[in-house]
């Protein structure tokens, strides 16, 4: 019994000994390292717009918070517009382009200020992944946050553009070079034009002795367009409306009248600039149609206008007054008084009426027409109906057909 007493009365000074030198280490170690007194520390935040950082939906993250820091240095910017004037801009984003390149080229557009604050904002909001592809109408005194929301919302402006039939190319490149199209380039337009470069199936069914260019096939009509579109993109919807519009059906058709594609577009060319009354197509059709079977001259004025050319005397794309003495003089295959059957390919951009004139054209035995001077024809037979009809609308020689 006194063994077991004296047992724990050694556990009891071991364990007193045991928290003396506990306390001895508190009280040390409160005396080499004093309790700092508590002390608040007062962080400048910067006087940013938090509510419109971060993704949508899901608040801030510590990336944020650092944008926010580098954004103060800008603070003064952010709500001052780059300009005061109230003009407006087209602002084209191409599809995949970067937010850095997008941000260059709106700071050399003048709609920025500084291109690194613009960034850090774009970043702070998460915006960068919303720029939307496309054409965006900007004004000069926009601040970057409208600038911003302006490329998120794809504020495209459509502008509609008319291709009228029996325009040539330069016509219509002239006709686009004053609509409100920043990106388009007319030398682009008229070297693609000339040139023929472009991927569609009925273009590689064009003789190789025949014109290469696309005249003929930029399809007369009404289309709405981006502002910011190009001329290959013109090119490449005109070509694509007609790829459309002249179906599968309707080229058998030519084949059926024994003409190519080619052949038949470049007939309707020549109807279209022959009369402005769409019921005549059909008959000046079947005169062209008898003279090609006849393998004889066209004598078609408007093909030697298109050699001609542009007249600088009186602005246009048509000589007058015109001399069949001055026909003769004109070298090129597409004159139609010098060469027999059709041109090498088409002289303007033909309707649809026309077209289809060709391909359904009346059933006549007619071989010549003329002009009555009312935007009208008459039309003749033989040589000796054609003589009176000169006398009676008061043609002192024959003119042309």
Known sequence: MKDLLRALLKVALVLAAL???????????????????????????????????????????????A?????????????????????????TVEEGELPVDVTERLAKEGLIENPDAFLLLLKCR??????QAGDHTMRRNMTMDEVILSLQRGTTRGVAITIRPGWRAEQIADYLA?????????????????EGGADFAFLQDRPRNGSPGLE????????????????????NRLLSEFDQRVTPDMRAQAAQEGLTLQEAITLASIVERETVKPDEAPLIASVYL???????????????????????????????PVTLEEYQHVDSPYNTYLHPGLPPGPIAA???NSILAVLNPAQTDYFYFLATGDGGHVFARTLEEQNANLAKYGYAAPPQQ
């Open 216 to 235: 003929g096939y930029l399809f007369p009509e009404t289309y709405e367009v981006l502002q910011g579109i190009t001329a290959p993109q013109i090119i």
């Open 290 to 320: 008898n003279r090609i079977r006849a393998k004889t001259y066209l004598n078609a004025d408007p093909t030697v206008q298109y050699a001609i050319g542009y007249v600088t005397e009186n602005k246009q794309w048509w000589k007058t």
């Open 19 to 65: 928290g003396v030198v506990g306390m001895a280490l508190v009280y040390a170690y409160r005396f080499a390292f004093p309790p700092q007194s508590a002390t608040t520390t007062a962080v400048n935040v910067p006087q940013v717009d938090f509510s419109r950082c971060g993704s949508p939906g899901s608040g801030l993250d510590p990336t944020d918070l």
């Open 126 to 131: 998460h915006a960068a992944e919303r720029i």
């Open 67 to 91: 944008y926010a820091f580098q954004l103060q240095q800008y603070q003064d910017l952010l709500e001052k517009p780059a300009s005061a004037d109230r003009s407006e801009v087209n602002f």
């Open 178 to 194: 004053t609509m409100n199209l920043p990106q388009f380039d007319k030398q682009e337009f008229l070297d693609i034009a000339q």
């Open 350 to 352: 033909p309707s649809m």
